[in-house]
């Protein structure tokens, strides 16, 4: 397969956001004293003596820097070695997060059993166990608003680990049992749709194109070649041929003729977060193209300049090319602006 002109494209990304933009270095300030040396916040000190200062803070009375503490020494890594310093204090901060009443604030009291459950499950020796405890967690009383996104997010991690083994062991149904009913908690984490799609894909599966549409508006701008090729390889797994594959390499270039994925329909997919990115993908599982696009233009707005304005150029591309179906019009935009020219967005007008 030819890379597409999104190759080319996507590269002037790198370069956007410095164009005219260069600043003096100014000369190098004296160094000034670290003020967190000697408490649990100083990142000089290793991971163990981060924890036992932190230990020693969250005995202390003042409410808002022992829930801090009590978070980092949840959250610390390794986790083991925290459990073995301290055995019980995941499943006493399970038991009860307010410790006795000590912690008044509900946030506070969400954050501290969001954090323990994440350690919780990090000692038990299967990542299957792992994922049954959390989505055990999740259906109970401990999963807040506060937390659900975090809980979500590791128990992501753990079934993926999962499903890699029964993709090796070409148990296809097992990886589909697994990962639909939780890919969107990700937050549509490229890694989880690409094993659920390769077992879709060994099993042919009758909804198969629907995934790999959902994977193809999901990708980023500068990887859209991902998204051609998992929409071409499911065209030649359920065909047996080139024909459809082709056709859809060929409207990617130029825009001609009939949308190959226009009558798919979309799985129903909800996305966990609320960062821009989860915000514009759950727009594109409903199939709101403008509504995702306006949340795109309004980041590259406002987006400053550096890193935060390339992702925003990426995203408004990502938009544009899955309104059309195609690459046309989003390399022109992207095109635009390496060369400091106005673009038009017929759909904001």
């Known amino acids: 397969m030819k890379p ?5 494209a996507a590269a002037v990304l790198s370069m956007i956001a410095f164009a005219g933009h260069l600043i003096a270095q100014a000369p190098a300030a004296s160094p000034t004293p670290n003020p967190n040396a000697g408490t649990w916040r100083d990142t000089s000190l290793t991971v163990s003596q981060r924890v036992r200062l932190a230990h020693e803070e969250f005995e202390k009375r003042e409410e808002r820097e022992a829930v801090s503490a009590l978070q980092f020494i949840l959250l610390a890594r390794p986790a083991l070695r925290v459990v073995e310093a301290y055995p019980t204090i995941a499943d006493d901060a399970l038991k ?8 008044e604030d509900e946030r506070s009291r969400d954050v501290i059993a969001g ?3 994440i350690l919780k499950a990090e000692t038990i020796p299967s990542y299957l166990d792992r994922v049954t405890f959390l989505a055990g967690v999740l259906k109970g009383k401990l999963a807040t608003r506060n937390n659900e996104v975090a809980l979500k997010s590791t128990l992501i991690q753990h079934a993926t680990r999962v499903a890699t083994a029964y993709n ?16 969107g908690y990700g937050g549509g984490a490229p890694n989880v749709l690409t094993q659920l799609l390769a ?6 599966a009758d909804d198969l194109l629907s995934w790999a549409k959902l994977f193809y508006q999901l990708a980023p701008f500068q990887h859209t070649q991902t998204g051609i090729e998992a929409v071409s390889s499911a065209f030649r797994a359920l065909d047996g041929n080139l024909a459809r594959a082709n056709a859809f390499i060929a409207f990617q270039k130029d825009g001609v003729g009939e949308d190959p994925l226009a009558s798919v329909p979309l799985p129903k997919v909800e996305f966990a977060g609320t960062a821009v990115q989860a915000r514009i993908a759950n727009k594109l599982a409903a199939g709101e193209r403008i509504a995702a696009l306006k949340i795109a233009v309004e980041e590259f707005s406002t987006a400053r300049n550096g890193p935060p304005l ?5 995203l408004v591309a990502q938009c544009l090319r899955n309104i059309d179906g195609h690459l046309v019009r989003a390399n022109l935009f992207v095109e635009s602006q390496s060369k400091g020219e106005p673009f038009t967005i017929d759909e904001l007008q």
């Open 4 to 8: 597409t002109k999104t190759l080319l």
């Open 199 to 204: 077992a879709k894909r060994a099993s042919r």
């Open 96 to 103: 009860d997060p307010s410790f006795g009443g000590r912690f």
């Open 310 to 314: 390339n992702a925003a150029t990426s």
């Open 168 to 183: 090796g062991d070409g148990n296809y149904a097992a990886t589909i049992d697994l990962l639909e009913p939780i890919v």
């Open 115 to 117: 954090a323990a459950a």
